[in-house]
């Protein structure tokens, strides 16, 4: 039976070699979401690599969650339905020097493409899911004395559930990844939130694809709007 973990002679760092192989396994589909992998001394001896390297590389795709370590059963390829599953390169933003203009032109084109998904594939049910929490959203925004953090909470909560209602578990990773990144700077309560908010909702309610994509941009650019009048006031 072929090994598929041996590697050849010449090669990097032990713990490179220990992740590059099962990325190469994975991309592959020599390696599948819930399967057993070897054991340490299994991988260590057919990776040519010390226990150590293995167990320190074993900890790195953990803590990404690309395996599983059960303990007393093993150690397994994450399944999808393990929300920590997380690509590397993601990680790599967070220690890039990036102006809030570029993470903004990323955040509008997965906005424009996740509603075209939403209205595709989200069932009624999952509408209704939204709509309940757009609701929530608008009425905390009318209050008198609006609590910012209720409503950026449910501002977050109504755009991860567009992310989860695309059904393209990628395109949400990658979207709730970017949505963190700018929770910090959300301005939820400014006078043109609400309608833009209203306008991108009912769009996608109604199924409309076209509609949904412009107030989607509409939206962006509420969002820019209500974000430099903070930054400008302080």
Known sequence: MEDIFAVNEGRPSAVDVVIEKIKELLIEKKLSPGELIPSESALAESLKVGRG?????????????VIEIKRG??????????????????????VQEHDYNSLTQVRALLEEGIVK????????????????????????????????QAASRLDIQYHRLM??????????NIYNFIIGLFAP????????????????H??????DPER???????????????????????
């Open 53 to 65: 390297s293995v167990r320190e590389a074993l900890k790195v795709l953990s803590a990404y969650g």
């Open 73 to 94: 059963a093993g150690t397994y390829i994450s399944s999808a339905s393990n929300k920590k599953l997380f690509d590397f390169s993601l990680f790599q933003i967070l």
């Open 117 to 148: 998904l939403v209205i595709e594939f989200a069932t009624d049910e999952e509408l209704s899911a939204m709509e309940k929490i757009n609701n929530l959203f608008l009425e905390e925004l009318a209050k008198p004395n609006v609590s910012i």
């Open 163 to 172: 992310g989860k209602y695309s059904h393209n578990s990628i395109v949400e």
């Open 185 to 200: 700077t959300m301005n939820p309560i400014h006078e043109t939130v609400p309608d833009s908010h209203r306008n991108l």
């Open 202 to 207: 009912q769009a996608i309610m109604d199924r």
């Open 212 to 234: 949904a994509v412009e107030q989607a941009r509409n939206h962006i650019q509420t969002w820019i709007i209500s974000h430099k009048a903070v930054a400008g006031s302080n």
